[in-house]
């Protein structure tokens, strides 16, 4: 996902059930960038309700959450 390259900054693309945070991939301040690219490539919007890093944990979680919005 072209988006947690650009996020953290990092060109290695994680497992998709691997945790963007456990790894380093991803980290607190870096989650609102993400929810942001997130909305803007995607056409959604996130409730701010949703800014859990849980919700966000994975390439697997992101692309299911994503197809829960559309």
């Known amino acids: 996902m072209g988006i947690v390259r650009k996020v953290s ?3 290695a693309l994680p497992n998709p059930d691997e945790s963007l945070f456990d790894s ?3 980290d607190s301040f870096a989650l ?3 929810v942001s690219d ?5 056409g ?6 949703d800014l859990n890093p ?3 944990e994975s390439i697997t979680l992101i692309q299911s ?3 829960s919005r559309m």
Do not use: C
């Open 24 to 26: 380093g991939f991803l």
């Open 38 to 42: 997130l909305e803007l490539e995607f």
């Open 44 to 49: 959604i919007k996130i409730p701010d309700s």
């Open 32 to 34: 609102p960038d993400l």
């Open 54 to 56: 849980r919700k966000f």
């Open 9 to 11: 900054n990092n060109s």
């Open 65 to 67: 959450y994503i197809e």
